[in-house]
T-cell receptor, first 116, second 113 residues
Framework: AQKITQTQPGMFVQEKEAVTLDCTYDTSDPSYGLFWYKQPSSGEMIFLIYQGSYDQQNATEGRYSLNFQKARKSANLVISASQLGDSAMYFC?????????????FGSGTQLTVLP | GAGVSQSPRYKVAKRGQDVALRCDPISGHVSLFWYQQALGQGPEFLTYFQNEAQLDKSGLPSDRFFAERPEGSVSTLKIQRTQQEDSAVYLCAAAVAEVTEAFFGQGTRLTVV
């Protein structure tokens, strides 16, 4: 079974600073995808970034980058130049890309607060 | 979330009451997922459809939970004889294909009193 671990229940960052949100995962399957979602207080899950297990380069999307360290089974999210609107819950998730299971497995989340 | 619409946004049910939660994905999103999110937790998988076929219902917590997607578009999650532990946010997600990114709706917050 797959497992996602997010060890930081809450994080604070000063506006315009960079912040790293930690995520480790566990799977015996070699083919998987890693996702980060943002969930503001409105409740909607917003897709941020994706990394495939066979991707050679770390994924980047604007101010978001994913620090993928396959040997350590970690997929940390880096947010550069934090903005007040980045304050939200952030979830790391994984999906297997082979076999029949297609659902996302989520971690418990990290509540990020950006301070002015 | 790219047009995935869920209704109602909030539902208060008395214990023992049946409820129906609706998910209306955007056209062309053949894959549809239901998740349950307890307060302060990450979402947990309930069930998965590809078009009208329910391919995986391994996450449904009991036989009181039932989901359908009869025409491969709108889906309904039904909970019979609700109990307090059913209180959660129910999220629907849709994707163009099985392994592409999933777009989520805003969820339905169910409170059982």
């Amino acid at each position: 079974a797959q497992k996602i671990t997010q060890t930081q229940p809450g994080m604070f960052v000063q506006e315009k600073e960079a912040v790293t949100l930690d995520c480790t995962y566990d799977t015996s399957d070699p083919s998987y995808g890693l996702f980060w979602y943002k969930q503001p207080s409105s409740g909607e899950m917003i897709f941020l970034i994706y990394q495939g297990s066979y991707d050679q380069q770390n994924a980047t999307e604007g101010r978001y980058s994913l620090n993928f360290q396959k040997a350590r089974k970690s997929a940390n999210l880096v947010i550069s130049a934090s903005q007040l609107g980045d304050s939200a819950m952030y979830f790391c998730a994984m999906r297997l890309l082979s076999g029949s299971a297609r659902q996302l497995t989520f971690g418990s989340g990290t509540q990020l607060t950006v301070l002015p | 979330g790219a047009g995935v619409s869920q209704s109602p946004r909030y539902k208060v049910a008395k214990r023992g009451q049946d409820v129906a939660l609706r998910c209306d994905p955007i056209s062309g999103h053949v894959s549809l997922f239901w998740y349950q999110q307890a307060l302060g937790q990450g979402p947990e998988f309930l069930t998965y459809f590809q078009n009208e076929a329910q391919l995986d219902k391994s996450g449904l917590p009991s036989d009181r939970f039932f989901a359908e997607r009869p025409e491969g578009s709108v889906s309904t999650l039904k909970i019979q004889r609700t109990q307090q532990e059913d209180s959660a946010v129910y999220l629907c997600a849709a994707a163009v294909a099985e392994v592409t990114e999933a777009f989520f709706g805003q969820g339905t917050r169910l409170t059982v009193v």
